[in-house]
């Protein structure tokens, strides 16, 4: 498969309260045409942060990518200019957040929201743009799409905002849809609802969507691949069978150890002990490793690399570090 | 919204008759006798007695007070003795003034203040923002009488940039036909360009020194509201969208954060009422404010009833406008 978008070894900077901070730490990434990919992490490991540069929307004057390279079917995203960036933002990568209740300007008409992504991108006429919100609000999903057209978002639901957030990021049909935790903030039957219609969208335009969730459930119901992050770092990447099945990293075990079984005859969940380093005090070693019950003495003093493990199975530990190299 | 403008007015009217209460009582107990300042201090106490018969200070305070509330449903605020007119030909003939300089006064502050408090939030802690933070302390800390003598000072008796700090316009100069008693509109609707010019002359500085607090205050609102919305999720929304950043800031920022700069300058509206009585003094302005300040020194007890009542109502019905301009710039707030 072709790939769209390439992410190569991206530091991204934060000023913080403890300093500069690298936030984003060497990550890789592809997204292919028209594929899924999921990135999995706890709060605070860099998956939002690696979206928001990859769209250069970083906050300004406190976050900032300081080396790698980004590139969209073969421009360098990092490269361009303000108005580049600003075509390309929302007709060839667009993108929805977690929270649909303050994503939407309040004081401004729903159909408004739309049509103005529209008219900027696709340059039709106020009434064109108008019957195309429509259109696109009855893609979404959205029963009496003329009324909604002339409603303001606080007279929607959460749910329903959500929608909204997709029809204004499918109207320009981009290649990449950036979806951060777009689910995180709805109840569980809207959040079905919402991952089925950006499904549909997806299979419809052949979109390449890049899901960012820490619920492992969304990604066995919803990707082809996915990559894991770790304290700024891929961990690991595979596609969505074989991280089910064999996963490699000790962390992605953790995580799906922690997965509440049904058959389990425990009546405590799984942990992972401790928690995640502050970003200023970052081990030397493997970021995991103080955390990891297969830590060995090499782990505390050299950071592994990222190496395929064979089948493209990548994995970012010191247990498989032989088996990467001789494949 | 008709319903919800009336229940506002009809509200009002509780407010009104406490105003109207309090100026009277304080200005019945207050010392200072009016008959001794109309026949003068040498007046014999009978000439006195007598005129004190004819104001009705003779009588017990709650009849006067009755007799006050009776004539003001007549719309009679009673005579100025001072100017010898009644307050009502006094106001009419200066009221005008004061209105111009009031909506000149907010006009520059809005003008000034809107666009700094955007240009200090968008390139907040650059030089642009910290010398905005200075100019704003020093506007709000400087009293208006200082600033005005120090305006007359430098720009008129130093430099002679601006006309003598007298009226609103030259004596040569013949004022405009009267249309809506302001100089500056009426100049303009009949096309004198002299007129217009010289009485603009005469306004900027008095203009400029009542709105130096309103401009402070109003440019820091502005600042830290534009903050708060900058930071929102929906404009990450509007610029991931593609939007100029222009537009982001203009149109999905300032629609949001203009919000609470509108209550501010309502409520700042009072203050200008009051910094016009001593911005009048200063510039020899022949409005309200400054023959309210012979009012009070003359113990002219019925016009400083009548500028407090009118200030209270200007106040109200200002913020009335305020909240209902609130419903058309946030669909959040519906009145019913």
Redesign the interface.
């Known amino acids: 498969m072709e790939t769209l978008l390439r992410v190569e070894d991206l530091r991204t900077q934060f000023h913080t309260d403890a300093g500069l901070v690298h936030v984003v730490d060497g990550v890789n990434l592809e997204l292919k045409k028209g594929e899924i990919l999921g990135i999995v992490g706890e709060s605070g490991c860099g998956k939002s942060v690696t979206s928001l540069s990859i769209m250069q929307l970083l906050p300004k004057g406190i976050g900032k990518v300081t080396s790698g390279n980004i590139s969209l079917e073969g421009k360098d995203i990092l490269a361009m200019s303000k108005s580049e960036l600003r075509k390309m933002r929302g007709s060839q990568i667009s993108m929805i957040f977690q929270e649909p209740m303050t994503s939407l300007n309040p004081v401004f008409k729903v159909g408004d929201q739309i049509m103005e992504a529209i008219r900027f991108h696709m340059k039709l006429s106020k009434k064109e743009a108008k019957s195309y919100a429509i259109e696109m609000l009855t893609k979404v999903g959205i029963s009496r799409p003329e009324s909604v057209v002339d409603e303001y978002p606080h007279q929607l639901s959460g749910g329903m905002r959500q929608r909204v957030m997709i029809a204004i990021a499918m109207a320009c049909e981009p290649k990449i849809l950036i979806a951060d935790e777009p689910t995180t903030a709805l109840d569980v039957t809207i959040q079905a609802q919402i991952l089925n219609l950006m499904r549909q969208l997806q299979q419809e335009k052949g979109t390449s969507i890049m899901l960012i969730t820490h619920d492992l459930g969304v990604v066995a119901e919803m990707c082809d691949r996915v990559v894991v992050m770790y304290a700024g770092q891929v961990v690991e990447e595979t596609d969505v069978k074989s991280l089910f099945k064999n996963p490699k990293h000790p962390y992605t075990k953790g995580l799906l150890a922690s997965l509440p079984q049904l058959t389990s005859e425990s009546d405590r969940l799984n942990s992972i002990p401790g928690q995640v380093p502050a970003l200023d005090e970052m081990p030397v070693g493997c970021r995991f490793a103080p955390r990891c019950e297969f830590r060995m003495s090499v782990c505390e003093t050299s950071n592994p690399a990222l190496l395929d493990t064979g089948e493209l199975h990548n994995c970012r530990c010191h247990l498989y570090q032989e088996e990467g190299v001789s494949s | 919204m008709f319903g919800y403008i009336l229940r506002r007015l009809l509200y009002m009217i509780p407010g009104f008759i406490g105003i109207i209460l309090i100026t009277f009582v304080l200005s019945r107990v207050l010392p200072g006798d009016p008959a001794v300042m109309i026949a003068g201090e040498q007046a014999p106490p009978d000439v006195i007695a007598k005129i004190r018969v004819e104001l009705g200070l003779d009588q017990p305070i709650y009849i006067q007070f009755v007799d006050y509330v009776k004539k003001l449903f007549q719309g009679d605020f009673g005579t100025a003795w001072h100017t010898g007119h009644t307050v009502l030909q006094d106001f009419s003939s200066r009221l005008p003034a004061t209105v111009e300089l009031t909506l000149a006064s907010i006009f520059i502050a809005i003008l000034i203040a809107i666009p700094v408090g955007i240009i200090a939030a968008v390139k907040?802690?650059s030089i642009l923002d910290h010398i905005s933070r200075v100019f704003s302390l020093i506007g709000a800390c400087v009293p208006i009488f200082w600033l005005g003598l120090m305006f007359i000072f430098l720009f008129y008796s130093k430099w002679g940039f601006f006309p003598a700090p007298m009226g609103r316009i030259s004596d040569g100069i013949n004022p405009p036909t009267a249309i809506t008693g302001l100089y500056i509109l009426d100049s303009l609707l009949s096309g004198d360009m002299i007129a217009f010019k010289d009485s603009l002359m005469h306004l900027i500085l008095p203009a400029i020194c009542l709105s130096t607090g309103t401009m402070a205050i109003v440019a820091r609102m502005m600042r830290s509201s534009m903050l708060e919305v900058i930071g929102?999720?929906?404009i990450?929304?509007?610029?991931?969208?593609?939007?100029?950043?222009s537009k982001v800031i203009m149109k999905?920022a300032l629609?949001?954060a203009f919000i609470p700069t509108l209550t501010l300058l309502g409520l700042q509206f009072g203050f200008l009422i009051g910094g016009a009585v001593i911005t009048e003094t200063i510039f020899s302005w022949p409005g309200v404010g400054g023959y309210i300040t012979d009012s009070i020194l003359a113990t002219d007890y019925a016009p400083i009833q009548a500028f407090t009542l009118m200030s209270a109502i200007v106040f109200s019905i200002v913020n009335l406008i305020v909240d209902v301009l609130y419903g058309a710039?946030?669909?959040?707030i519906r009145y019913e």
Not at chain 2, 329 to 332: E, I
Request: no cysteine.
């Open positions: 907040k802690e929102q999720d929906y990450r929304t509007a610029r991931a969208k593609g939007m100029r950043e999905h629609s949001n710039l946030d669909p959040r």
